[in-house]
């Protein structure tokens, strides 16, 4: 792998999991609840119309609003940050090659 790739995949893992926390709350997952008129509040009510009323626990939005509350483990933030050395490397190869 050349050194551009390997740049490009340590600049997407260090933004994705710098910036998780920010996209969390844009979302509104955040620390107080699922924020009202939100993608999490629409995704919650389509989630509990779906269970009967209910949001299943473990299931995604219960797992984002956990995080958003709380903060996201190390085991997530792991996660989030092999997906964005995948798509900084990915990025950053296709850059290399146009040239």
Known sequence: MDPLTLIGAGVGAVLTVAAAPAVLTAAGFTGAGIAAGSV?????SAAAVANGGGIAAGSVV?????????????????????????VGAAA???????Q
């Open 40 to 44: 999490a509040s629409s995704l919650m």
């Open 92 to 98: 950053s190869m296709a850059s290399n090659s146009t």
């Open 62 to 86: 219960a797992t984002l609003q956990a995080a958003g509350a709380a903060g996201i483990p190390l085991v997530g933030q792991a996660i989030v940050g092999t997906v964005g050395a995948v």
